[in-house]
């Protein structure tokens, strides 16, 4: 349900403030009434209660997920201070270009039935292409090759202008333990 209320953005929002704003009046009309309406007020409360749990649990998850990026931030932090550093020239990337492709329901409810109906079902999806690219590099580390597997979720000519402004990057090495690591690919985000 929560997932629905943020795809539906600020339709959605504009909605739950109609629905908030229905229940408020009705507890407002049981209550300000000749004799106090209790059936308002009851179909009110039955209205703002789940809502408002709805609500409380949104901002639940939201507090979760920012200290879970927060906690993240710290221990890239950490672990770059510790970690040995490798200067990458990322012009020696080996990059493959991806496609994925999602169908997605444009049209639903009365709309898509008729559609459907009238054999026109296709023009209730529309396919949506994602382009990512997969960067590897191989890197020698203490006299052991090492290779390094990036997912970009870019084209590959954005890859490639973006690698070819920035020059280098740094990739942060376990000493200990060469399956941990953190390839500094921070610059692709600041724009």
């Known amino acids: 349900m929560i997932k629905f ?3 539906l953005g600020v339709l959605g929002q504009l909605i739950y403030l109609v629905i908030i704003g229905i229940g408020a009046f009705l507890i407002i009309s049981g209550v300000y009434s000749y004799t106090i309406e209790w059936k308002y007020i009851i179909v009110g ?4 209660v789940p809502l408002f749990l709805l609500l409380k649990e949104k901002l639940k998850m939201d507090e979760t997920e920012s200290k879970n990026k927060g906690a993240y931030e710290k221990y890239v932090k950490e672990f770059k201070a510790s970690a ?4 990458i020239l990322l012009d020696e990337a080996h990059i493959i270009e991806n496609k994925r492709y ?7 409810g009365n709309g898509a039935a008729l559609n459907e ?4 079902g296709h023009l209730n999806e529309e396919k949506i292409e994602h382009v990512y690219c997969k960067v590897t590099f191989k890197i020698n580390y203490h006299d052991t090759t090492i290779t390094v ?3 970009i979720h870019k084209d590959e000519t954005t890859v490639r202008m973006y690698f070819y ?3 280098s990057t740094t990739l942060y090495i376990n000493p200990y333990d060469v399956d941990e690591f953190y390839l500094d690919m921070e610059f692709l985000d600041k724009t």
Not at 45 to 48: A, D, F, H, S, V
Not at 84 to 87: K, N, P, S
Not at 102 to 108: F, H, L, M
């Open 5 to 7: 209320i943020d795809k």
């Open 45 to 48: 409360l039955m209205i703002l």
């Open 84 to 87: 040995d550093r490798i200067v």
């Open 102 to 108: 999602q169908t997605v329901n444009v049209v639903e």
């Open 117 to 120: 109906i009238a054999g026109y």
């Open 149 to 151: 597997k990036h997912t």
């Open 165 to 167: 402004m920035q020059k």
